[in-house]
């Protein structure tokens, strides 16, 4: 039985573990004796590419790029009061790593704002600037995708909605 995709050779797509990628292929293996219809996705980034079977891909959290009305939502959320917890760090970034692995850019908004820090405050840990780079990028990428900016452009206007400086 043929599988209906919902995505298209030449699509990007974000998975949310591995962030923006583009749809290469979709072909179709034999596996245990039953055909199946893999997704080719392409992560140049990662330099990695994954294959995801057509009828688990929405079960895997691949979605589509975001709207533009989704994309300025998420950053608008940069401009907003950072809400750090007084929990410990451990606990901290078990749950920014969760929110970055969601592919929400509202949360990844959230992660980027809530470890921004500016000249005046106290520097950041490796792990946190890890961190704050991890979902820097990823919402860079699809913004830069959603946009039709360059990456590094992309980068630098995030970078001045948390400092307050909207372009």
Avoid: C
Avoid at 3 to 22: M, T
Avoid at 76 to 105: C, D, F, H
Avoid at 124 to 138: D, F, H, K, P, V
């Amino acid at each position: 039985m043929r599988q209906v995709s919902l995505f298209n050779s030449g699509e990007y797509v974000i998975y949310p573990a591995h962030g923006v990628g583009i749809v290469k292929d979709i072909e179709k293996q034999t596996v245990s004796g039953f055909d199946i219809e893999l997704l080719v996705i392409d992560f140049d980034h990662e330099r990695m590419t994954v294959r995801i079977p057509v009828a688990k891909a929405k079960t895997a959290g691949l979605r589509s790029l975001s709207t533009q009305k989704e994309m300025r939502d998420a950053i608008r959320v940069l401009n907003q009061k950072g809400r750090v917890k007084r929990t410990m760090w451990p606990r901290r970034a078990q749950e920014y790593e969760a929110k970055i692995n969601t592919g929400s850019p509202t949360m990844l908004a959230e992660v980027l704002r809530d470890l921004y820090r500016h000249d005046d405050q106290n520097e950041q840990s490796y792990s946190e600037r890890q961190m704050y780079l991890s979902a820097l990028t990823r919402l860079a990428k699809e913004y830069a995708l959603v946009e039709n900016v360059e990456s590094e452009l992309a980068v630098k206007t995030l970078e001045n909605r948390l400092q307050k400086k909207i372009v």
